[in-house]
């Protein structure tokens, strides 16, 4: 089993920046992918990015590419998201996902190990 716990979330002004972190614990997850993903009020959940824990190579929703950069931290078991340039359409709830496999994927049916989610608020 792997618990995840998200943290970092907040409310900022657009053109401002957040750092999410997502904390796991129970077993070790080398071997693990890990994402991001999002869900607006009123829509669906979306892929926002992902990453081979341990390669560290790194995936992103052509939304976000450019602004956001995922990253993580072996020693914490820490997988974080700086987010800049927020826009208020970035305002969602943001989760924290792991699935036991290498491969990445934004499918979020393929992730097995959810967090209870972050509130993200970008005022105009």
């Known amino acids: 089993q792997v618990q995840l716990v998200e943290s970092g979330g907040g409310l900022v002004q657009a053109g401002g920046s957040l750092r999410l972190s997502c904390a796991s614990s129970?077993?070790?997850?080398?071997?693990?992918?890990m994402a991001w993903f999002r869900q607006a009020p009123g829509k669906e959940r979306e892929f926002v990015s992902a990453?081979?824990?341990?390669?560290?190579?790194?995936y992103y929703a052509d939304s976000v590419k450019g602004r956001f950069t995922i990253s993580r931290n072996n020693a914490k078991n820490t997988m974080y998201l700086q987010m800049n340039s927020l826009k208020p359409e970035d305002t969602a709830v943001y989760y924290c996902?792991?699935?036991?496999?290498?491969?990445?994927?934004?499918?979020?049916?393929?992730?097995?190990?959810w967090g209870q989610g972050t509130q993200v608020t970008v005022s105009s």
């Open positions: 129970g077993r070790t997850i080398v071997g693990y992918s």
């Open positions: 990453i081979r824990w341990s390669s560290g190579n790194s």
């Open positions: 996902a792991a699935r036991l496999s290498v491969g990445v994927t934004s499918n979020e049916s393929e992730y097995t190990y």
